[in-house]
């Protein structure tokens, strides 16, 4: 099977590699394959693990921040936690709509890009914190510098 370079260098696969009855529901619609579902419903198990473990960590970290009271320390392990928990919810979320690929019919594409627009959230949330934690690194090494 031949592979198609596109301009921007990323290699996707030709369009009539996948068989016509599983590339259209008959609705318009793309329908991944049988082996396609089975690699989306293996990583949705792996991230839904996931999503559910780092909100475990996340409502400990808050239940730590509080148990250290209201100063800087508690103040910051209660945002850790919280963040950690809305990344956890959102792999989970994600997770499902990767679920959603291999049970459905006819609507891959949407359970795909619903699943996109989730983990689109998860690593922009943590672009802009290790962003402030560069920040705050900074203004740390500058006083320190002092």
């Keep these: 099977m031949s592979k198609l370079v596109i301009p921007d260098g990323v290699i996707v696969p030709p369009q009539e590699q996948y068989p016509q009855d599983s590339a259209n ?3 318009g619609e793309f329908e991944f394959s049988d082996s396609d579902n089975t690699t989306f419903a293996s990583l949705s198990s ?8 780092t909100i475990v960590f996340g409502v400990l970290q808050l239940v730590g921040g509080l148990a250290a009271g209201i100063n800087l320390r508690g103040l910051l392990t209660m945002g850790q ?3 950690m928990i809305f990344v956890g ?3 989970s979320s994600a997770a499902t709509s990767l679920a959603e690929i291999s049970k459905t019919q006819g609507s891959d ?3 795909l890009m619903y699943a996109m627009r989730k983990l689109k959230s998860v690593y922009t949330l943590q672009a802009w ?5 560069c920040v705050l690194l900074l203004l740390a090494l ?3 510098l002092k």
């Design 46 to 53: 792996a991230m839904k693990f996931v999503g559910i473990v």
């Design 25 to 27: 529901s008959g609705n």
């Design 109 to 111: 594409v949407m359970n």
């Design 89 to 91: 919810a959102w792999l």
């Design 81 to 83: 936690g919280a963040m």
């Design 142 to 144: 500058a006083v320190a």
């Design 129 to 133: 914190l290790m962003g402030v934690a």
